[in-house]
């Protein structure tokens, strides 16, 4: 079996437009990492027995060929990240169906997700992040029983989250047998059997790949057979509007969730308490409403949460558990929370004595307010009798005399 790797180099230029004439016999294309300009030769598709086409990380534009993805027919791995490639995602008539790794992410693809691209029941790693992608989420991928990660994060997809996600087995995936090998770095393939094999026969380890999820408070790199512990989905910095579907709880074997960046509303199910396995889950920048659930403090593997910046109120949960590690900034931005480690504390405080008699007005007397009003009234009749009595009875009477 015939390989080529030059990856990791500085070269420049096109690639060859008849490589895929002049190598028909290649498994094993590796030209990432340098500085390669132009198209994808369309030549490409000649490798009927290609397995792994890597170009990631270089200045290729254009479309992906038509010629490639109908004559790579046993092509298990590809990966075209970080060029300037445009167009659709993949042409409508492709005959990918052994394709396992899919990592068309940083480039500037367009248009909508389309059915029936890929077989959904063989894809594991769907990473379609970073690109131009509009329209809606689409149902269909409901129906990738064996994916382990999707990324579709800072595209401009819109509506709601499907609900039909709940039922990808994320992290739900079978181990291979030498997940501890001490191979040499980069793909192989078990001699002892032919390249179209099934997938059992192709092994990853030490394929890096960064999938762009937040654990342990940094952002990880993974590679290698660590890939096959790692699952998770990523719906970041999209424009996806409604509720978070309480059946996105169902998925108890996920390791990471992003939700961040959106105009998602609503409040946070109480579901997500049976995400056991989760480490890393963000909800920041959203428009959540309603308080945090208490359940999820059961999330005892949970290194990194967010919910700042929603709409959220009441108290934080008891900082025990996992939730006694995380901060300030997993919470601020949202005006109605309070509790520690806020310093907005949730007991209102009582007014003290002295405040309460100067500030609250005395009560009325009524009776006292009548008697004072009755005695007023009697002095003033009885000044005014005695005064006409003694006008009366001649007391003034006396005769006038003159000067």
């Known amino acids: 079996m015939v390989q080529l790797d030059a990856s990791m180099n500085q070269i ?71 060029n300037n490639l445009q167009g659709p995602l993949l042409p409508a008539k492709l005959n990918l169906t052994r394709l396992r790794y899919l990592y068309l992410d940083n480039n500037r693809f367009s248009g909508n997700l389309l059915p029936g691209i890929l077989n959904s029941s063989l894809i594991k790693f769907l990473h379609l992040n970073d690109n131009l992608i509009s329209g809606e989420i689409p149902n269909w991928l409901g129906y990738f029983s064996n994916m382990q990660s999707l990324i579709l994060s800072k595209n401009s997809l819109k509506g709601s989250i499907p609900t039909c996600l709940y039922q990808i087995p994320f992290g739900s995936k079978k181990l291979i047998d030498d997940a501890f090998t001490t191979s040499e770095p980069g793909w192989h393939i078990d001699g002892s059997v032919t390249p179209v094999d099934e997938d059992t026969n192709v092994l990853i380890t030490d394929v890096e790949e960064e999938i762009g999820f937040m654990s342990k408070n940094r952002l990880e790199s993974y590679k290698g057979n660590i890939l096959y512990y790692i699952s998770g989905i990523d719906l970041s910095q999209n424009k996806l509007t409604g509720p978070i579907p309480d059946e996105l709880g169902y998925l108890t074997s996920i390791y990471t969730m ?89 007991i209102r405080s009582s007014p003290s004595p002295t405040d309460s008699v100067t500030l609250s007005p005395k009560p009325k007397d009524t009776f006292w307010d009548s008697f004072l009003w009755s005695f007023l009234v009697s002095s003033v009749a009885a000044f005014s009798g005695i005064i006409s009595l003694l006008y009366s009875g001649g007391y003034y009477r006396q005769p006038f005399r003159s000067c």
Request: net charge negative; hydrophobic share 40%.
């Open 12 to 82: 420049h230029g096109e690639l060859p437009k008849f490589i895929g004439t002049v190598l028909p016999n290649l498994y094993f294309l590796n030209m990432s990492v340098n500085a390669l300009q132009g198209r994808i030769p369309a030549s490409v598709g000649d490798m009927k027995i290609l397995l792994i086409l890597d170009l990631g990380n270089n200045d290729l534009f254009g479309e992906i060929p038509q010629r490639l993805v109908v004559g790579c027919v046993n092509l298990y791995f590809m990966k075209l990240s970080y």
């Open 258 to 346: 992003n939700l961040s960046h959106n105009h998602l509303t609503g409040s946070i199910p109480k579901t997500f308490s049976n995400l056991k396995e989760i480490e890393s889950l963000d909800l920041s920048y959203n428009l959540l409403s309603g308080e945090i659930p208490l359940e999820l403090t059961q999330l005892n593997f949970l290194s990194v949460f967010s919910v700042a910046y929603n709409n959220l109120s009441g108290n934080i949960p008891d900082t025990e558990a996992q939730f006694g590690t995380f901060g300030e900034s997993s919470y601020e931005g949202n005006s109605l929370l309070c509790g520690p480690p806020l310093e907005k504390s949730c």
